[in-house]
C-alpha cells in the first residue's frame, strides 16, 4: 500500500536551517506530484511548496519562497524541504503529501519546533 514517511523534523533556532525528508513507498513516486503542507497549534493545514511532475517544478506559498526549496529525487523516492532563516511562526507539523489525478496520500507528519 502507499506509504510516506517523513523525517528530520526537531528543535531549531531562530534564523536556523532545517532539512527534512519524506520517502514514498507502494506508488510510482517519478508519477506523484509531491507536496509539503504544515499545521500549526489551533490553525487550519496550510500549503507549503510542491515539487510537480511538469514544468514548471516547484511552486511555493508566499511565506516561504526565498527560505525553503523543494527537491525531489526519482530514484530515491524522496522528496525535501529545505527550509532556512526559519522563524517561530514557522513552528508546525509538517506533511508530506502524494497527489496523481483524484488521488491524493498524507504523511503522519513531523515536528519542526523554531524557538530559542
Known amino acids: 500500500q502507499v506509504q510516506l514517511v517523513e523525517s528530520g523534523g526537531g528543535l531549531v533556532q531562530p534564523g536556523g536551517s532545517l532539512r527534512i525528508s519524506c520517502q514514498g513507498s507502494?506508488?510510482?513516486?517519478?508519477?506523484?506530484?509531491m507536496s509539503w503542507y504544515r499545521q500549526a497549534p489551533g490553525k487550519e493545514r496550510e500549503f507549503v511548496a510542491v515539487s510537480s511532475t511538469a514544468i514548471p517544478r516547484t511552486n511555493y506559498a508566499e511565506f516561504a519562497k526565498g527560505r525553503f526549496t523543494v527537491s525531489r529525487d526519482n530514484a530515491k523516492r524522496t522528496v525535501h524541504l529545505q527550509m532556512n532563516s526559519l522563524k517561530p511562526e514557522d513552528t508546525a507539523v509538517y506533511f508530506c503529501?502524494?497527489?496523481?489525478?483524484?488521488?491524493?496520500?498524507w504523511g503522519q507528519g513531523t515536528q519542526v519546533t523554531v524557538s530559542s
Open positions: 507502494g506508488f510510482i513516486f517519478s508519477s506523484y506530484v
Open positions: 503529501s502524494a497527489g496523481f489525478g483524484k488521488y491524493k496520500y
